[in-house]
């Protein structure tokens, strides 16, 4: 569970539903025809952008914003390092007990086409397929969470101008004018809400996940080429370590 989502949300939802109640009730700001152009011209601009598998997809892929798990970088070298002297003292063999007890798909993937023999060039060729896929897959989602971003704030404004006519063809009744000019303006406010509160913080989230992610797979697809070329565990492990500096992140989201 990602602590720092959940109070985010709450607390972003508690403050605004705060100072409303400092100063008016609650169902001042409900409006049903708003939220019905926010939400719906959201969907609807977001079904034509991408094909309507991705555009599901993003409801399994919101859920990673509050409960994420990934291993710690240091954690992966240790475990390289450690099948690594093994490797050399054994030979490639040794390490297929370290395949079973592997619980990552992609690490234990390659380490048995490691002990299988497949050649070095091949094995990276995979792991390196595999990578882009994964990225692509994470692009994908918090891409339509950051479009819904820019659509929401778009169809408030939608709604504000459809308020705004509204109010303006009823000019001869002037005590109509300032509650169909609130209308107008909740329209607003619902898209720059869901846009600045949820779509934008999580599509921002999920891609420090992914960066996260790929960083990880970074990492384990050095260590096994190093590994299949019999590389000393030591200079292993200082090639591993580049990546855990500031400037090794870097180069691994860059990559």
């Known amino acids: 569970m990602d602590l720092a989502s959940l109070i985010g949300v709450i607390s972003g939802v508690g403050f605004t ?7 008016s009730s609650l169902m001042l700001f409900w409006n049903l025809p708003s939220v019905m ?19 599901l997809g993003v409801f399994k892929t919101v859920a990673k914003v509050f409960m994420f798990k990934i291993e710690k970088p240091e954690d992966l070298v240790k475990t390289l390092v450690e099948i690594s002297n093994k490797a050399r003292k054994g030979g490639l063999l040794s390490i297929e007990a370290d395949i079973n007890n592997t619980e990552d798909p992609y690490l234990k993937s390659a380490l048995q086409m490691t002990v299988d023999g497949v050649k070095t ?14 990225h692509r897959e994470h692009k994908v989602g918090y ?25 303006l063809a009823n000019l001869d009744d002037p005590s109509s004018i300032g509650p169909k000019m609130a209308v ?20 921002d989230k999920l891609k420090l996940r992914s960066e996260e992610e790929i960083m990880n797979m970074t990492l384990l ?28 992140g870097k180069a691994a989201k860059e990559e």
């Open 184 to 203: 107008a303006m909740i329209t607003t406010f619902y898209g720059a809400l869901m846009a600045n509160l949820f779509f934008i913080p999580m599509s």
């Open 121 to 134: 060039s091949d094995i990276a060729a995979v792991m390196q397929k595999r990578m882009e896929l994964t």
């Open 17 to 23: 539903a705060a100072c409303i109640l400092l100063g």
């Open 221 to 248: 697809y050095e260590g096994v080429v190093s590994i299949r070329e019999g590389e000393h565990p030591r200079l292993m492990e200082d090639k591993l370590n580049v990546y855990l500096t500031a400037g090794g």
């Open 37 to 55: 152009i926010v939400v719906g011209g959201t969907i609807a601009s977001s079904l034509i952008a991408y094909p309507l598998k991705e555009f």
């Open 143 to 167: 891409s339509v969470l950051a479009s819904m971003g820019a659509y929401a704030p778009a169809f408030g404004m939608v709604g504000t101008l459809i308020g705004l006519v509204q109010m």
